[in-house]
């Protein structure tokens, strides 16, 4: 575009002729869109700034609700978790001090003290269904039925008729519940027993619920025998004459 003055060129932007310096009326609509076009963007960017400032607390109370529910939800899972966390943690600590543990587990054993082996494999959630643990597997099934028989037996007899810690319905229901499964799973695993790598353990511990139902319940091998070839129901009489008294 030329001035009208003096013919030189001018820009649409210009507002004076950068040759003669006259005032140019001929551009004034070209910078009227751009002026308004700033006004209405340094408008809008006020009013966007302004809601912004506006809104903040609104946003940072938000935020601080978004962040409480995520740490209520996070302390939640832990606490729900923590036993398993813990139980993880120990079985994985097990596995590094296997040749300490079992070093422990044999003296155990060789003690014969199977109720030991029973709450130091428990304490320290030792995994006896995979390595390095897993030839305790089939001595540990053994293990867990005897240990239960022996608490059953002497929970009973300590307690006595008069002071029991639930009834006595129940307490002689335990009695001939962990006779049956201890007897019970000697039977039923006799091959695998046999083929064990702890097998002398394991006939140690049935010559000891041998034992246990001679003295504390009066069974020698005959009335043993006799015991098992009976009814449910004349086994738990014969039960609560020994440990009632009835």
């Known amino acids: ?15 004076t002729c950068p040759y003669c310096g006259r005032l140019l009326t001929e551009t004034a609509g070209h910078q009227a869109e751009p002026e308004a076009f ?3 963007s340094e408008k809008s960017k006020g009013g966007l700034r302004k809601a912004l400032s506006d809104n903040i607390p609104i946003v940072i109370s938000a935020v601080v609700m978004l962040l409480l529910i995520v740490g209520i939800c996070v302390a939640s899972y832990i606490s729900e978790n923590a036993y398993h966390f813990r139980e993880d943690a120990m079985r994985r600590e097990s596995v590094k001090k296997y040749d300490e543990y079992s070093v422990k587990i044999q003296e155990y054993l ?7 082996f029973s709450a130091f494999k428990e304490y320290h959630n030792i995994a006896e269904y995979e390595a ?27 307690q006595g008729p ?44 049935k010559k000891k619920a041998d034992i246990i139902l001679k003295i504390y319940l009066g069974m020698d091998d005959a ?3 006799a015991y098992f070839e009976a009814s449910d129901a004349k086994q738990k009489a014969y039960l609560e004459e020994v440990i009632l008294h009835d």
């Open 1 to 15: 575009m030329k001035c009208k003055s003096c013919g030189g060129e001018i820009r649409l932007t210009d507002k």
């Open 38 to 40: 700033q006004k209405k």
């Open 110 to 116: 060789d003690g014969g003290d199977y109720t030991g």
């Open 132 to 158: 390095p643990y897993d030839e305790l597997n089939q001595l540990w099934d053994i293990t867990k039925v005897y240990t239960r028989l022996v608490s059953a037996v002497e929970s009973a007899l300590i």
């Open 162 to 205: 008069e002071a029991k810690l639930r009834d006595q319905d129940s307490d002689v229901f335990d009695v001939q519940m962990a006779i049956s499964r201890f007897y019970d799973e000697f039977k039923w695993n006799q091959s695998k027993i046999d083929a064990d790598p702890y097998k002398d353990r394991m006939y140690d511990m």
């Open 223 to 225: 009335a043993r025998e």
